[in-house]
């Protein structure tokens, strides 16, 4: 027998989801009203919040840039980056670039330097301040504008919206959406399905989030001399 040919599961509707986990629920579609599907958009909400502080997820990571002024050590980010992951400066000679990783410091290795306004060539190290609207303090602070910082963001994950919108992840993380939103309505209208719907949240997002990762190899490199 010939196989569908299609792929559209992926792009499944919100109202599918919610219908699905209210079924693993033990509840009818027919039976759910206006306000248990404005609910379970609430819940995918929180769903959503919650996965980012267990992050990275790859499919919300991209490439942003921002370019350094003399003088500057701060740099406002958009309010939807969660975390940065990778950055490095871009100076540009002879239209060839040259990029260099940046070293990430804590609040207090920040507050520790001395000369916070000492400037350089390009900077070599970066604090991300993770407030409301995030920002990156660089130092050395540039001491001219050629050069640019390029960074890795981890970034919030896009809002249900309309029952009929495709929710913003991809296909190997469709069950564990279905079963993480299951187990957060059970606790509202299941609490007897609870224990195992929240287990097999779980189980559903180890899986997804073991495979959500990049397949290269491990390489381990001693910083140093030892003695």
């Avoid at 957060?184 to 195992?196: C, G, M, N, S, Y």
């Avoid at 929240?198 to 490199?221: C, G, N, T």
Wanted: hydrophobic share 40%; with cysteine.
């Amino acid at each position: 027998m010939p196989s569908s040919g299609t792929y559209t599961f992926s792009s499944l509707a919100q109202i599918d989801f919610i219908t699905e986990a209210f079924e693993r629920c033990g509840r009818a579609p027919s039976s759910l009203s206006a306000n248990d599907i404005d609910s379970a958009r609430r819940s995918i909400n929180f769903l959503f919040s919650e996965w980012a502080n267990n992050g990275p997820n790859l499919w919300e990571v991209d490439l942003q840039s921002v370019a350094l002024v003399a003088g500057t050590s701060e740099y406002t980010l958009q309010e939807r980056t969660v975390n940065l992951l990778q950055v490095f400066a871009r100076t540009t000679s002879g239209g060839i670039n040259t990029d260099l990783m940046l070293s990430p410091i804590s609040r207090a290795e920040y507050a520790a330097l001395p000369n916070k306004a000492q400037q350089g060539a390009r900077p070599t190290q970066f604090y991300f301040q993770r407030t409301i609207t995030p920002s990156i303090f660089v130092w050395p602070v540039p001491q001219d504008a050629t050069v640019t910082v390029y960074y890795y963001r981890m970034k919030m994950q896009e809002d249900a919206g309309a029952f009929t919108d495709s929710l913003n992840a991809p296909n190997r993380w469709m069950e564990a959406i279905a079963s993480g939103l299951a187990a957060k309505l059970a606790v509202k209208f299941a609490p007897e399905r609870q224990a195992t719907l929240q287990m097999l949240a779980q189980k559903s997002y180890d899986i997804a989030a073991a495979e959500d990762r990049e397949r290269v190899p491990l390489r381990i490199s001693i910083d140093g001399w030892l003695s």
